[in-house]
């Protein structure tokens, strides 16, 4: 008699694979259900209408913030707006698009953005993260390094644009996020740490002076020129940046690098 039998002809080899199988049907049911959340909804693409919900669609699914903040429903949130300001280079699907405005202000291409919630990353602990360096807890600059502040602030051609007036520091990892620039117009923005370039005498000047030169110092930002600071995102409040204003701002220097001068957004070859 063999044992591995469970009822006549029905063994434990039949028994694990109905199982995989039962299991592997239920599987792909629920990654398709998952994958019509946020970012995939069968949506039609002429008119923009939602598909109404079948077999595959999940129920919504709700998320609870931090610091007491409430819960997030991707699903219950505006959509963004794509009637963006451009027109297709031809007819043709997955054609590109040529910016008909200001590229960097409308968010095309490189200087796109996402529209994040409008208050302000915070630390574990519900500060701010981003704040004036004043405003931090004890974070400096070290002696040996530039202190930036006063510097002045040179553009992609070559304008000297206003000088470094803040520096914005991340209390979470302890860097400099944003150069805050005073232009010779008066209006303060805020400018990405990644787009800047310190010039000046360097480490190893400080440590043998024997090598120093009088290097002129000043920071460049060679992502847009000094006309277009006027129209950097400005802050809606003095000395807090929102999510939405970090992705605005980064997009726009970010947006630069294409749109800023028209040689920039020509091919290399």
């Given at each position: 008699m063999n044992a591995a039998y469970i009822?006549?002809?029905?063994d434990v080899a039949e028994l694990a694979f109905l199982?995989?199988?039962g299991f592997f049907v239920a599987l792909v049911f629920y990654l398709n259900k998952e994958s019509r959340r946020e970012g995939y909804p069968l949506e039609d693409e002429e008119t923009g209408k939602i598909h109404p919900n079948s077999l595959f669609d999940?129920?919504?699914k709700s998320f609870q913030?931090?610091?007491g903040r409430g819960t997030y429903v991707p699903e219950d949130v505006a959509r963004d707006d794509v009637n963006v300001p451009a027109v297709q280079a031809f007819r043709a699907a997955g054609a590109p698009f040529v910016p008909t405005g200001d590229a960097m202000a409308d968010g095309m291409g490189p200087a796109a953005f996402a529209n994040r919630a409008k208050y302000p990353d915070l630390t574990f602990d519900g500060r701010p993260r981003i704040v004036p360096i004043a405003q931090s807890h004890e974070l400096v600059v070290a002696p040996n390094?530039?202190?930036l502040v006063g510097y002045p602030v040179v553009a992609a051609d070559g304008v000297t644009v206003g000088k470094v007036s803040d520096i914005w520091v991340d209390q979470a990892e302890h860097m400099i996020?944003?150069?805050e620039v005073e232009t010779t117009s008066g209006k303060k923005v805020l400018a990405p740490m990644m787009v800047a370039v310190v010039h000046g005498n360097s480490l190893i000047d400080a440590i043998l002076p024997i090598t120093s030169d009088g290097k002129p110092e000043y920071v460049e930002i060679d992502a847009i020129t000094a006309a277009q600071f006027d129209n950097v995102?400005?802050?809606e409040t003095a000395g807090t940046i929102t999510r939405y204003e970090e992705d605005r701002i980064q997009a726009y220097f970010g947006g630069g690098y294409m749109y800023a001068t028209p040689e920039r957004s020509e091919a290399w070859i």
């Open positions: 009822v006549g002809s029905f199982m995989f199988f999940g129920a919504k913030l931090p610091h390094d530039p202190q996020r944003y150069l995102p400005a802050l």
